[in-house]
C-alpha cells in the first residue's frame, strides 16, 4: 500500500465531480514540478490546462514558494478593515502597472466567483451612489461561466448550475452565446461570423429601457462552456452600445487573464476596455487563493464623492490576505523575470498548428484557438452527452496528460512555460487517445 494514498475517500463531498465515478477509480496527485503533475502511483502527467486554467508560470516557481513561506512565517494574517499591511498596498500599485493603467482601483476577494459577485454589487452600488437607483438589471450571456455564487449563477448561462437551485437573482436577462459552428468551424483567432449578435443588447434595452440596466458581464472568451471565442468586433460592439445606454461593461477574466492570450488581460489582446475586470486564478500562479476586482476610477469617485455616509460596505475576511498578496506580488514578478508573455507569444504558432492537426480524426467536429487557449468539439455520443469527452479525458490521464473536458468539448489552456516538446508530447497521446476512442 503507497503510504500517500489517503485512508479514505468517503467524506470528502467533492466539487463538480461525479463523486460515485470518482471513488470508484480515483485520480490522486501529490507532487507538481514545472508542466508536470506526479500522481499517487509516481506517474508523471503532464499538465494540459495549467491545474484548473490557474498556473500560468508552471509550478513550485521557487520564487513564489520563498514569498510564500516568507509571509507566513512574518504575518500570518493581517484584517484589512479600517487597518491594512504593505503588502496590499504594494501589490494594487503593481498590479495597476501589470494591467497597463487601464485602471484605477482594485479590490480583493478570495476567488473569482466572489470577484464577479463583488463587481455585480460594485455596478448597482455605484448607480445608486451617483443618484440612478432604477439601475438594477444585470445582463450576462448564455453558456457563460461566472462562478457560483447566486450572482453568478444568476448572470451565467449554464443550465446545470442553475436548474437545481431554482432561486436566482430577479431582473437578470442573457445574450445569445456566439458559439455557431456552422459558420465558424475550425476558426484561429476571433471567428467572421456572429458580431451582430452583440446587437442584441439594443433588444433588451429596448425590452426594459436603459434607465433600468445597470451592467452587462461576459466573459472575452467563454472559458469553461468550451473555448467559445468572440466574433470579429463583437466586443467592441458591445462595448459601443454600454457606452451609448451608460451600461457599465464588465469582463469576468478570471480566465482570460495572466497571460492566457499572450497579452496580460483579454481587453490588451481585443483592445476593448471594460468599465469593470474581474481575475482571479493566475494572479497568485493558483498557489493561494485570490481574486480581484479592477475598477476605472470613475467608479470608485462616484463613492469618494457621494454624500457622506455613502461606502461600498462590501469585504471579506481574508480581503487582501497577506500570503495571497505576497504569492501575488512574486506571481508579477516571475511574469517579468521570466519574460512569460514573450514566451507565450513565441510558441503560440506551434501550439495553434499542434492543435489543428487533430482535424480529421476520429469524432472531432471542431477545434478552435486563441492564444494558448483551445477548444476541440468531439461528435457526442448517441443518448449520451458528455460520455465520449470524459472517456478521452479518462484514458489521457491514464496515458499521463491532464485534459479539461465540459460537455463533449475538450479544453486546453498550458502553463505559458510549455515548450515545444510538451506540445509533442501533449498532441501526440491526445491523438492517441481519439484513434482508440468508441
Ligand atoms: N469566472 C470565470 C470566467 C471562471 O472561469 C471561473 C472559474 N473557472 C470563475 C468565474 C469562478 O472562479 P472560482 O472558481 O475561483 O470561484
Redesign the pocket.
Known sequence: MNEARPQSLSSFWMPFTNNRDFKANPRLLVSAEGVYYKDVDGNSVLDGTAG??CVPCGHRQPKIVAAVSEMVSQLDFAPTFQMGHPAAFDLAEKLMEFTNHRFGHVFYTN??????DTALKIALAYHKARGEASRTRLIGRER??????FG?ISVGGIAGNRKPYGVMLPGVDHLPHTHNIEKNAYSRGEPEYGTHLADELERIVALHDASTIAAVIV?PV???TGVLVPPKGYLKRLRELCTKHGILLIF?????GFGRLTTPFATDYFDVEPDMM?T??GLTNGTI?M?AVFSKKFIHDAFMEAPPGIELFHGYTYTGHPVACAASLATLEVFQEQKLLDRAKEIQPYWEDAVHSLKGLPHVIDIRTIGLVAGIELAPRAGAPGARAFAAFKKAFADGVLIRVTGDIIALSPPLTFERKHIDELFGKIGKVLMTLE
Open positions: 484548473l486554467w476567488s473569482g466567483s466572489e470577484a464577479v457563460a461561466y461566472h462562478g457560483v455564487g453568478g466573459e467563454a472559458g469553461s469576468d477574466e478570471v480566465i482570460t474581474t482571479a486564478k487563493p481574486g
